[in-house]
């Protein structure tokens, strides 16, 4: 298993937590279903491209990251004792740092199979 694939299910992992941390939280505050609908459409949007390894949708899902970063900021400092946010945060860093470096490693492999490719068409 190349180093791009185990960093791909890292991405998962960590995706999946960050959803469930999320829903968790949203159910603990009853909150109406509207704004479930809201704050997790950002998450969801993005499966179809990464489940076809798309890289944008990988990029994508890292600039998206750092909203539920910015509001488990605001929840850390509004509930610092919070196992929640805790695990959100921890979540959300992991998931835009193993995206970022799938991308990155991705998208060597790809450039390497690329120019092995053409070596050999000439």
Same mark, same amino acid.
């Given at each position: !298993?190349? @180093?791009?694939?185990?960093?791909?299910?890292?991405?998962? =992992?960590?995706?999946?937590?960050? @959803?469930?941390?999320?829903?968790?939280?949203?159910?603990?505050?009853?909150?109406?279903?509207? $704004?479930?609908?809201?704050?997790?459409?950002?998450?969801?949007?993005?499966?179809?491209?990464?489940?076809?390894?798309?890289? *944008?949708? %990988?990029?994508?899902?890292?600039?998206?990251?750092?909203?539920?970063?910015? *509001? =488990?900021?605001?929840?850390?400092?509004?509930?610092?004792?919070?196992?929640?946010? !805790?695990?959100?945060?921890?979540?959300?860093?992991?998931?835009?740092?193993?995206?970022?470096? %799938?991308? *990155?490693?991705?998208? *060597?492999? =790809?450039?390497? $199979?690329?120019?092995?490719?053409?070596?050999?068409?000439?």
């Amino acid at each position: !298993m190349s @180093l791009s694939e185990k960093t791909r299910w890292l991405v998962w =992992l960590s995706w999946a937590l960050l @959803l469930a941390v999320q829903v968790i939280g949203f159910w603990q505050q009853n909150a109406p279903a509207i $704004v479930w609908f809201a704050l997790l459409l950002p998450l969801v949007v993005f499966v179809p491209g990464m489940l076809k390894d798309n890289l *944008r949708s %990988y990029i994508w899902v890292c600039f998206v990251s750092l909203l539920y970063f910015m *509001r =488990l900021v605001l929840a850390l400092f509004a509930q610092p004792d919070s196992a929640l946010a !805790m695990v959100g945060m921890g979540a959300v860093v992991v998931l835009f740092t193993s995206a970022m470096m %799938y991308v *990155r490693w991705r998208a *060597r492999e =790809l450039h390497d $199979v690329e120019a092995v490719s053409s070596d050999h068409g000439e």
